[in-house]
């Protein structure tokens, strides 16, 4: 059975960078179908996508995070990361990261949803 | 960018009843790119619905999802005490590919 593990500092500085690591066990993140995506959710709010990455490397951001994200996967480490440049107070949420799945079946693409999370990690920005 | 309303923000029923939750796309959305989450408190989203009707593994029968275009619902038929919790639907869409509406709390009546 799969499961993901977020891992990193619980505080950051404003101006600096956030990093976190996604932990893949259970299976490979290489040589799979899945994306492998990284959300957010600040206190008593609701859930925001930040960024995605397939094995291949290639990613996809959210356009209102775009200039200051970075997405990178590790398959030799069997590890995704992402990188939040220039993080303010408004950046402090749990950040959870997420598997989802996007196939092509019988001539259209069908979207499976996320069903595997990790627990979260809860990050401030503060000084 | 494809914007979701869910309504109403919060559905205040009993244990037993049924409960109809509302999810709105401000642009058609293509049934197989429709999900829906139940999130505890303290916990990650757990996947509900994908596909818009098709129930994700080990989700018990109670819940169903049905709609199709701009207009989704997921619906649980006898609500357990343990469904009085938030629930999120999500696009799978081209920019940005994934968007999520703001959620309805099911609480206690």
């Known amino acids: 059975q799969v499961q993901l593990q977020e891992s990193g500092p619980g505080l950051v500085k404003p101006s600096q960078t956030l990093s976190l690591t996604c932990t893949v066990s259970?299976?490979?993140?290489?040589?799979?179908?899945?994306?492998w995506n990284w959300l957010r959710q600040p206190a008593g709010k609701g859930l925001e996508w930040v960024g995605r990455?397939?094995?291949?490397?290639?990613?996809k951001y959210n356009p209102s995070l775009k200039s200051r994200v970075t997405i990178s996967v590790d398959t030799s480490k069997n590890q995704f990361s992402l990188n939040l440049t220039s993080v303010t107070a408004a950046d402090t949420a749990v950040y959870y990261c997420?598997?989802?799945?996007?196939?092509?079946?019988?001539?259209?693409?069908?979207?499976?949803?996320?069903?595997?999370w990790g627990q979260g990690t809860t990050v401030t920005v503060s000084s | 960018e494809i914007v979701l309303t869910q309504s109403p923000g919060t559905l205040s029923l009993s244990p037993g009843e049924r409960a109809t939750l509302s999810c709105r796309a401000s642009?058609?959305?293509?049934?197989?790119?429709l999900a829906w989450y139940q999130q505890r408190p303290g916990q990650a989203p757990r996947l509900l619905i994908y596909?818009?009707?098709s129930r994700a593994t080990g989700i018990p029968d109670r819940f169903s999802g049905s709609g199709s275009g701009t207009d989704f619902t997921l619906t649980i038929s006898r609500l357990e005490p343990e469904d009085f919790v938030m629930y999120y639907c999500?696009?799978?869409?081209?920019?940005?590919?994934?968007?999520f509406g703001p959620g309805t709390k099911v609480d206690i009546k």
């Open positions: 997420a598997r989802d799945l996007l196939e092509w079946v019988s001539g259209a693409y069908y979207y499976y949803g996320m069903d595997v």
């Open positions: 259970g299976g490979s993140i290489g040589g799979s179908d899945y994306y």
């Open positions: 990455i397939y094995t291949s490397g290639i990613t």
């Open positions: 642009q058609s959305v293509s049934g197989s790119y």
């Open positions: 596909g818009a009707s």
């Open positions: 999500q696009q799978y869409g081209s920019s940005p590919p994934i968007t």
